[in-house]
């Protein structure tokens, strides 16, 4: 079974997307952080979900964001402006060939309004930036990058979001696409290259606008 890591794995949005990804049965995960332990008690928390749901299909595990890098995709799960830092960490050869997921929207809230901005650094897009610090093999595609954050931990509510995926690789973008589709009933579609993750960033801030404007709660994305 193909395995899947999440680097920064350990908060919500990381937790709630291994506890997900290993309920759609197809792949397994590990989850990495800085400190083994705390990667290792977020996979202890991943795994006891399972076994009360009833899934044996998968399984998951924790480790050093390092540890974890031998798996088939990898997701950058943390801050912009950690992602340096832990590329040179754990080493440029570690992510040679790998498919890696950004889902990383830099914003920032204006102050005293009720609204986000993108944020977006000197290449355009955090993914454009973040491909620039990666080796030249490895295969960068965007993705997961709309779904409300609130919605990855509450199981017992469907994903019913569209995923716009987006990657210079199109053997890549397809098993990205393979993965979103096995988690609840998110629906993968093609965005076209790299190039278009500065669309896909931005739609993040709007949604949240809308939300804190509106009194709407954990609004996503669906394009029909």
Known sequence: MKKVAILGGTGNIGEGLARRICLGGKFDVAIGSRGADKAQAAADGVCACLKE??????????????????????????????????????????????????????????????????????????????????????KLVCAFNNVAAGKWMELDEELDYTVAVCGNDEEAKAAVKELVASVSKLQPLDAGPLAMSNVIEGITPLVITIAMRNGLKDVGVYFR
Not at 92 to 103: P, R, T
């Open 53 to 138: 749901r009833g899934c044996t299909e998968t399984t998951c595990t924790g480790g050093t964001n390092a540890d974890v890098c031998s798996a088939d995709i990898l997701i950058l799960s943390l801050p912009f402006e950690r992602i340096q830092s832990t590329i040179d960490t754990i080493g440029k050869s570690a992510f040679e060939n790998k498919i890696i997921i950004s889902l990383i929207n830099p914003m920032v809230r204006n102050p005293g309004e009720k609204y986000f901005l993108p944020d977006q650094p000197a290449e355009g897009s955090a993914a454009l930036a973040i491909e620039k610090m990666l080796p030249a093999s490895a």
